[in-house]
């Protein structure tokens, strides 16, 4: 309750209106300058249950073109998905919650198309079009597809594919093939082996008819050519399929051994490794060999020719030489009696010669040996063996080493399960030895409040945190005493207390001036009327009396009803309607 000053004449001067920049503090105007505060506490604490129902935006695409963007921000206005773009403003982000859903539906509508037409592009042939655009039209949409189907692969991020179809002649002397070049855009960190390469260059080739692997070209983003056909047919370049054929036989060795030997000594107390030499190279041999057939060997007649002769001239006849010259044969015709018979029998002496060929088979072998690539030259395992664990009657565990029975008895089994060939020059090696026991990895366990789990938490409810007591503020400290006074419930308060206070004013005056009637009467009523009395106002607020006690309150009366009268009427009103 302000408190007037007094003036020289001991009345109070008039209390002064209040402003606010220059305009008076009417009651409308605080009504209104209430009414504006409120509104404006309650935006602001709108804002900030909306910054704290936020909802967190994840990737939806990125790298993309602007074609594919244009089309995605326009089915997702349809779709009323809120998005955003991201600070370096190659990717569409929506709600984490929406991620999915918005992906499939844009999926169903065939987006993104990554920038390649395919096919879809012969679906809106206009009526007319010449074979020419008809031609560039099927071109345009073969490339597209063979780019998209390239892409399929997981290093390439993105392809481009040029087809140069040469056009149809008549004439086979005119006839041209068709090439191909590929432009290749990786991922970052990946690169291309020479097989997958190689399958791109099938793909390609296998989608144009009369198109060869050796006319299609693979280029990175870098610039660097991919499908060289000299490093590919080079002689002096190991197949990347070799290599895995070798690391394949070895895995395949090294598995088979340490799968036989581990139920004997444990899992863990054998290890194995294997060198497989491999002979790529390609071999054929033709052999023909020959080989005497003479006794006892057995003898092929081939063909055989005969010829026999008889001659009765008893003169020598013939042509000189070795059967000329030789005695006569032996007389065939029976012997009969001596004297003219014998002249019979030399006149009669006859020749007979016989001629006899036989031509022999000869003994011929040829061989066609081919010698398959691939073939194991040489094996070698190395092969180690812990010691074996015994415990003894006192619970102590002891290592013991193999016998030389059980090793040799282990040595036998790793070569049956190699496959060891002496001949071939395979080699093992079995090694029994202590195993150096592995050291513990000391890991050091994070406190809770130092993992990334705690502290996104500790995020996510410092977030809301921060809004409750933002709006808590804002609601006590200024929305609610807002309220309060445009309600009127001040006032009223106000005037509650006021009347309280009077009531308090009158029960005390009343009872200060039954006491000072008291007091003059004791004195004997000799007081002096018109005393000077003074009236002052503590610190407080409270009324200072100085002088008789019936002349103070009489003075606090008329200063009371002088600063603030309707604290007199309410006491009148309560006085008149005996509450």
Sequence with gaps: MAIAEETALGEPAPAPVPSIFGIPQTPAVRTALMGLGAALVIGIMVAVWLWGQQPDYKVLFSNFNDRDGGAIVAQLQTMNVPYKYSESGNAILVPANQVHDARLKLAAQGLPK?????????????????????????????????????????????????????????????????????????????????????????????????????????????????????????????????????????????????????????????????????????????????????????????????????NKNQNPSGIPGALSNQPPVPAIAPIVASGAANSTTASNTALVQKDSTVNYEVDKTIRYTQQPMGGIKRLTVGVV??????????GKVNNIPLTEQEKAQITDLVKEAMGYNKDRGDTVNVVNSPFASPEKDSIVELPFWKQAWFWDLMKEVGKYLLVALVLGYLFFAYLKPLLYKLSGQEERDRLKAEAEAAAEEKARLEQEEAEAEAARLENGGDEEEGAIVSLTRDAEGNIVKHGSPYENDLQMAIDLAKNDPKIVANVIKKWVSNE
Excluded: C, W
Excluded at 385 to 390: A, C, H, L, P
């Design 114 to 310: 990554g920038g390649n037409v395919g096919f879809e592009l012969m679906e809106n042939q206009k009526l007319g079009i010449s074979q020419f655009l008809e031609q560039v039209n099927f071109q345009r949409a073969l490339e597209g597809e063979l780019a998209r189907s390239i892409e399929s692969v997981s290093s390439v991020q993105s392809a481009r594919v040029h087809l140069a179809i040469p056009k149809a002649s008549v004439f086979i002397r005119d006839q041209q093939k068709p090439t191909a070049s590929v432009l290749l855009n990786l991922y970052p960190g990946r690169i291309m082996d020479q097989q997958q390469v190689s399958a791109i260059v099938h793909l390609v080739a296998s989608s144009v008819p009369e198109l060869t692997t050796k006319n299609v070209t693979i280029v990175d983003q870098n610039g660097n050519l991919l499908s060289d056909p000299n490093k590919q047919n080079g002689p002096n370049i190991l197949d990347p399929s070799q290599l895995k054929y070798i690391q394949d036989i070895q895995q395949n060795i090294i598995k088979r051994v340490e799968s036989i030997i581990a139920p004997i000594v444990g899992p863990t107390n054998v290890h194995a490794e294997a060198t497989a030499d491999v002979d790529f190279s390609r071999s054929e041999q033709a052999a023909e060999s020959y080989r005497p057939n003479s006794p006892p060997e057995p003898q092929a007649i081939r063909s055989q020719q005969s010829s026999e002769s008889f």
């Design 385 to 394: 063996i812990n010691y074996k664990r015994d415990v003894d009657k006192n």
